[in-house]
């Protein structure tokens, strides 16, 4: 049987709303959740009124894998 992996992958969510999500890996034993302040191209900047700023993501399960 294979070896069981050390690293598990996790969906960042923007907090933003917008749906948009990045994928990352951390370490399968870690207690703490990630959370990333990353480029969302959907987010809009209410100062400026344009589409894409910097924002917090969240991290999510990622769904089950389809069979």
Not at 35 to 62: C, I, Q, R, S
Request: hydrophobic letters at 30%.
């Amino acid at each position: 049987m294979a070896k069981k992996s050390s690293v598990v992958k996790v969906r960042l969510e923007s907090t933003a709303g917008t749906g948009y999500r990045y994928y990352a890996k951390r370490a399968n034993k870690a207690e703490y959740k990630i959370n990333k302040k990353k480029y969302d191209p959907w987010a809009e900047n209410p100062e400026t009124g344009k589409k894409g700023m910097h924002v917090m993501f969240e991290e999510k399960k990622l769904p089950p894998a389809k069979k």
